[in-house]
């Protein structure tokens, strides 16, 4: 089994939980140079606010390092919070809870928000 398929089961195996208990949930994706968070209803799977270190309010010269994550996870908990969801749970898409996945996270927490 590579690498990247034992992510995605990972991560599918933790999704198919997350529907059971219906709350919102921040989805993350990343690669080299950016990082992505979504606030997603899992009941429905529709995606309801967008943070990307791709947009231009957030945009810098490195987008991959962790100050940049952190940035991203200020910003997603001011849009949940916008939306009125203070609890959340938190998927890491099979990603290791390591560097900029845990900065994210720690910038969503100090946003306000609860995992």
Same mark, same amino acid.
């Given at each position: 089994m590579s690498k990247e398929s034992a /992510?995605? @089961? /990972?991560? #599918? !195996?933790? /999704?198919a939980k997350l529907q059971k208990v219906e709350l919102m949930r921040i989805s993350i994706s990343r690669s080299l140079k950016n990082i992505t968070a979504q606030l997603i209803d899992s009941s429905n799977g529709k995606v309801l606010a967008t943070v990307s270190t791709q947009q231009k309010t957030l945009k810098s010269k490195n987008g991959g390092n962790i100050e940049a994550a952190s940035k991203v996870g200020g *910003? %997603?908990? #001011? #849009? =949940? %919070?916008?939306?009125?969801? #203070? !609890?959340?749970?938190?998927?890491r898409?099979? +990603? !290791? +809870?390591?560097? @900029?996945? !845990? =900065?994210? =996270?720690?910038? =969503? /927490? *100090?946003g306000g928000l609860e995992f």
């Open positions: /992510r995605i @089961r /990972r991560s #599918k !195996k933790l /999704r *910003e %997603i908990a #001011k #849009k =949940a %919070i916008e939306l009125g969801h #203070k !609890k959340v749970t938190f998927d898409s099979g +990603y !290791k +809870y390591h560097g @900029r996945v !845990k =900065a994210l =996270a720690d910038g =969503a /927490r *100090e």
